[in-house]
């Protein structure tokens, strides 16, 4: 995957991170509720985060992924 490629995507990311945990949605969120005794915003706010990082982990290994098939089929490309 190309450079741009992967700025794009973690760009692209970091606007959903923040749309995602930005005021409209925490106060939907905020309701006070509990699911098996933890509060709900506090339920939703690590879920965004542990998605936003996974993603971001997907991203740097297909980019890393990409660069080891490079490297790797210019050794044994070479006559």
């Known amino acids: 995957m190309s450079t741009t490629r992967?700025?794009?995507r973690l760009a692209a990311l970091f606007a959903v991170g923040v749309i995602l945990i930005n005021?409209?949605?925490?106060?939907l969120f905020g309701t006070g509720k509990l699911v098996l005794g933890v509060p709900l915003?506090?339920?939703y706010l690590f879920g965004c985060w542990a998605v936003i990082i996974a993603l971001i982990a997907v991203?740097?290994?297909?980019?890393s992924s990409a660069e080891?098939?490079?490297?790797?089929?210019?050794?044994?490309?070479?006559?």
């Open 6 to 8: 992967s700025r794009e």
């Open 23 to 27: 005021y409209p949605l925490l106060h």
């Open 41 to 43: 915003l506090y339920l």
């Open 59 to 63: 991203v740097f290994e297909r980019k």
């Open 68 to 79: 080891k098939v490079g490297v790797d089929s210019g050794r044994f490309n070479r006559s």
